[in-house]
């Protein structure tokens, strides 16, 4: 299981993928328009509300039929500047604090990187 997921964050750091646009809803929501590795365009949710940590989403294959973050999720926590080891680890539970640190660097993940 572990195996897998430290297989996806190496791909969200190897591959193409970008983020082009961040919305935020009333519920804190933080909605990235994204572009996949194979130029397919994918939503990701990510709550603000570190007890929403599970409701968080993407409209990618990989997400639906999986109960873990996928590759375009661990891009955009990556860059918001979660540690490696947290998006490596399927049971990680970031508490309210880290949220609020993460996603005030929401604006800095628009773009190619």
Same mark, same amino acid.
């Given at each position: 299981?572990?195996r897998?997921?430290k297989?996806? #964050?190496?791909?969200?750091?190897?591959?193409?993928?970008?983020?082009?646009?961040?919305?935020?809803?009333? %519920? +804190?929501?933080f909605i $990235?328009?994204?572009?996949?590795?194979?130029?397919e365009?994918?939503? #990701?949710?990510?709550?603000?509300?570190?007890d929403?940590?599970?409701?968080?989403?993407?409209?990618?294959? %990989?997400?639906? $039929?999986?109960?873990?973050?996928?590759?375009?999720?661990?891009?955009?926590?990556?860059?918001?500047?979660?540690?490696?080891?947290?998006l490596?680890?399927? $049971?990680?539970?970031?508490?309210?604090?880290?949220?609020?640190?993460?996603?005030?660097?929401?604006?800095?993940? #628009? +773009? %190619?990187?």
């Open positions: 299981m572990e897998w997921q297989e996806r #964050v190496l791909r969200s750091k190897e591959q193409q993928i970008s983020c082009h646009r961040i919305q935020s809803t009333e %519920d +804190g929501c $990235f328009s994204m572009t996949g590795s194979t130029g365009p994918y939503t #990701v949710e990510i709550y603000e509300d570190a929403m940590w599970e409701l968080n989403s993407c409209s990618c294959e %990989d997400c639906t $039929f999986r109960p873990f973050l996928c590759k375009h999720q661990c891009y955009c926590l990556r860059m918001l500047g979660m540690e490696e080891s947290a490596e680890n399927v $049971f990680y539970q970031p508490d309210q604090l880290e949220m609020y640190e993460l996603l005030s660097n929401a604006p800095n993940v #628009v +773009g %190619d990187r």
